[in-house]
């Protein structure tokens, strides 16, 4: 039995590639082992083969991600681009060795850095030398797969954050503590007496031990500090080094001329705020860390079938990495496994557990037909699955980008905040510096002046200012999304919270949006005969009376349609079977001159009056038909607005439907005001003279027909499970269709904004009560550091109760 020279593999002789290599015949299992044999040999690393140990047989990696999915790996990091990658195929520490030689070789790659135990690797490369795509291709040469990394940077960089502050601190706190021991010597000298020698001794070795708390532990104040100098932007940082880095060099002084040190001041200010940064670290962590679990919902491989079967045989699967897949591909999902691509369900029956996703704790019935998302995991059935979106497409991808977003997007109070935060520093160092001046004019001793000084510096707390409204904002847009609500941003809750009055759409909103085809008229054509000429003509329509429609006929009675035009609130024309039809609402076929007898007026009537909805089928010349449906209102939906009323809410319906069928949802969900017959222009003229009329409106629709209303409100809400049109033009999305998350996004948003007045209260009263007492000097430094530290923990610990929301 042969092996394969490159991968071991154990192959048939008489069928494997045969090549004379050194003289001798090779055989190997297949081109691309025989490929990368011969490119290890001609790159002078054939060492490889010498090297690997623990080797596991096995051809190389075919499946890889597309460059164009490893270019979110990439980041920025001192003047040159970054990227960390997953590498499939790796098998032992000789991989590890041949890709750091082989990429270290290729032009603009300063570093590379590969994790045998994880299969990470770390590449840092010139952007103008080499590219994400080439450095992939070198990587698939060697035959190797990269992928894009499980987790992001934000966490990573969470990670090092934390990692960072708690060895900075915990080097501060050990040091320090060394130095308050001998201060506390040097205290009971200053009282007692103390020998000369004992003193030097004791001031040198605080001295000693305080230099690295400053420079080392201190570093990041001092690098902010010179940034913010360069940037004329000095910020909360400056306060801190000032602070401490004065007492540092007063002590230092004195070691020289002669007197009291206070390195104890200087080393304990550093350690305490330290302390406070890594405590809002970790819960800052802690806040991110739905964005880390949202990502890992994603599984990395998939089974993909391979060709369509035959001689009776099922299709063959393989196992490949979920970079690698692309619309239309064809994937098998077995029970308890989870989903990997958004797709539709082409064969088998199953329920799927989608709470990661939208909150709602029940499986959901799966079928023929049926859409599925990223990251859900498949209950007891067997699902093959076409796959539609795959990587930033999906919903899963989606939704991560949207809680990114709220991060980023700040509410308005923010800004008013971030404008104090930006003149409270330099106005806290010309207070810091007339106190000292004034001191010393006032006669006091110089040391007791700095220490006032410092005080000053250390005691401010813009940090409680910056933490007031983000942290509560982030915790609170957390809070919605484990409920179902997905929010686009701080400016999103602070005007939910503001919210007097709910209008809401009907179809699809307040009803099911799955009306059912309930009769067929015909006049001078058979009811068959206006059914499919009405199902061809709604065919590329998604709009839900048109599905109703369409399911009515099978798709191979349908007729070609050409010439589609959509008029949003009236109804559909195009060419089908050579003449130009409509299909609609009375005014819509008086628009385009077909006229509508008494008779038929009356019948529509008739229809109406049975709380159903009818849409008219028309040519250039009169009606053809009347085709009717029903839809369901919603089983919580009396519920959802009984609440919304009981918390003080106006609640209103819109809907292009008609009166009779209006009223009736209306009637049924308790809302007292009702308006039919209305377009999605008008409907958002509506709701523009309702704001002008002084409403705080919040508009609920499917976000699609309501796309107008839902820009025109001041909140925009879309209905549906994430749906593209949904998460991209709406501030808010209800990942399931439950209309009582309606009243827990605006109950979230009132306890936002609540916390965040508390937290900017506290700030406020805290630096206004602090402040003066620094200057008037009942205040030691170490006190004020403490306190400061304090300051900030309390807006954390404030904003936390957010989650409980």
Not at 52 to 68: H, K, M, Y
Not at 587 to 603: C, D, H, I, M, Y
Not at 757 to 762: G, H, K, P, T, V
Request: proline share 5%.
């Amino acid at each position: 039995m042969a092996t394969c020279e490159h991968c071991l593999l154990p192959l048939d002789a008489n069928t494997a590639i045969r090549e004379e290599v050194g003289g001798r015949e090779a055989f190997f299992c297949c081109p691309g082992c025989r490929s990368i044999y011969a490119l290890l040999h001609a790159q002078g690393l054939a060492e490889f083969y010498r090297r690997r140990t623990g080797w596991v047989p096995g051809p190389p990696e075919l499946f890889a991600a597309d460059p164009d999915a490893l270019s979110d790996c990439v980041v920025e990091r001192e003047g040159e681009h970054e990227a960390t990658l997953a590498i499939s195929g790796i098998r032992c520490a000789s991989c590890v060795w041949v890709i750091e030689r082989y990429l270290g070789r290729k032009p603009g790659v300063s570093l590379v850095r590969v994790n045998h135990a994880t299969g990470r690797a770390k590449i840092r490369f010139r952007p103008g030398s080499a590219g994400i795509a080439e450095i992939a291709s070198w990587i698939r040469e060697l035959g190797y797969a990269p992928h894009p990394c499980e987790t992001g940077e934000l966490e990573e960089s969470l990670r090092r954050e934390k990692r960072d502050l708690l060895l900075r601190f915990g080097t501060a706190a050990f040091l320090s503590m060394q130095v308050m021991t001998f201060t506390t010597a040097l205290y009971a000298g200053y009282f007692q007496g103390i020998e000369p020698k004992f003193l030097a001794w004791f001031q040198w070795l605080s001295f000693a031990l305080t230099t690295p708390v400053i420079f080392y532990s201190g570093y990041p104040f001092l690098r902010n500090t010179l940034a913010g100098i360069r940037n004329r932007a000095p910020g909360m940082d400056t306060l801190v080094f000032l602070g401490s880095f004065s007492a540092y060099a007063y002590s230092a002084a004195m070691l020289v001329v002669g007197g009291e040190v206070y390195f104890d001041t200087a080393g304990m200010i550093i350690t305490l705020i330290l302390l406070g940064r890594y405590l809002e670290a970790a819960a800052r962590s802690r806040a991110k860390e739905s964005i880390g679990r949202l990502v890992r919902l994603a599984p990395r491989e998939a089974r993909r079938r391979m060709g369509s079967g035959f001689g009776g045989h099922a299709p063959r699967t393989e196992t490949v990495p979920v970079s690698s897949l692309r619309a239309n591909d064809i994937i098998e999902i077995v029970p308890g496994e989870k989903i990997p691509a958004d797709g539709i369900v082409i064969e088998g029956a199953s329920e799927a557990d989608e709470s990661t996703l939208t909150g709602e704790a029940g499986p959901v019935a799966k079928g023929e037909g049926s859409a599925v998302c990223t990251g859900t995991v498949n209950g007891s059935g067997r699902l093959v699955v076409r796959v539609t979106q795959t990587g930033k497409e999906t919903v899963l991808s989606r939704i991560v980008r949207a809680v990114e977003e709220a991060q980023a997007r700040k509410a308005p109070v923010q800004r008013h905040a971030d404008r104090v935060v930006g003149w409270f520093v330099p106005a806290v160092i010309a207070v810091a510096a007339l106190t000292l001046g004034a001191r010393l004019q006032w006669g006091d001793p110089p040391l007791r002046a700095i220490l006032v000084a410092i005080s000053v510096l250390v005691v401010a707390c813009p940090c409680a200012l910056g933490l007031a409204t983000p942290l509560a904002v982030f915790i609170g847009s957390n809070a919605a999304r484990a409920q179902g609500i997905l929010v686009r941003g701080g400016d999103v809750l602070e005007a939910g919270a503001s919210v007097t009055e709910v209008f809401l759409d009907k179809t699809g909103t307040l009803t099911y949006g799955r009306p059912c085809l309930a009769h067929v008229d015909g006049f001078g054509l058979a009811p068959r005969e206006v059914l499919r000429l009405a199902a061809s003509l709604e065919a590329p329509s998604e709009h839900p009376i048109a599905k109703a429609i369409g399911r009515g006929v099978a798709p191979g009675e349908l007729l070609d349609v050409s010439a589609f035009k959509a008029h949003a609130g009236l109804g559909v024309e195009g060419i089908v079977g050579g003449r130009r039809l409509f299909l609609g609402h009375a005014k819509f076929l008086s628009l385009n001159g077909v006229p509508v007898t008494g008779a038929q007026e009356e019948r529509f009537r008739e229809i109406s009056e049975a709380r159903r909805t009818a849409v008219f089928l028309a040519d250039e010349k009169q009606v053809l038909g009347l085709l009717s449906s029903v839809d369901e209102l919603r089983g919580e939906a009396e519920e959802s607005v009984r609440l919304l009323k009981k918390e003080g809410y106006r609640v209103r319906m819109v809907t292009g439907d008609s009166g009779p069928v209006a009223s009736r949802i209306g009637k049924e969900a308790g809302i007292d005001l009702v308006q039919s017959r209305v377009t999605p222009v008008e409907k958002a003229e509506i709701i523009g003279k309702a704001r002008n009329a002084g409403g705080r409106v919040m508009m609920i629709g499917d976000g699609v027909n309501d796309a107008p209303a839902l820009t025109e409100a001041r909140v925009g809400m879309a209905m549906g499970r994430g749906t593209d049109i949904a998460l991209e033009s709406a501030d808010a999305v209800l990942m399931t269709n439950d209309l009582r998350l309606i009243p827990r996004f605006l109950s979230i948003s009132r306890k936002t904004m609540r916390v965040i007045r508390q937290n900017l209260a506290w700030a406020f009263s805290y630096n206004l009560v602090a402040i003066p007492l620094a200057v008037s000097g009942n205040l030691h430094p170490i006190l004020s550091a403490a306190l400061m530290a304090a300051s900030s923990l309390m807006v954390v610990g404030n904003s936390m109760r957010l989650r409980k929301a």
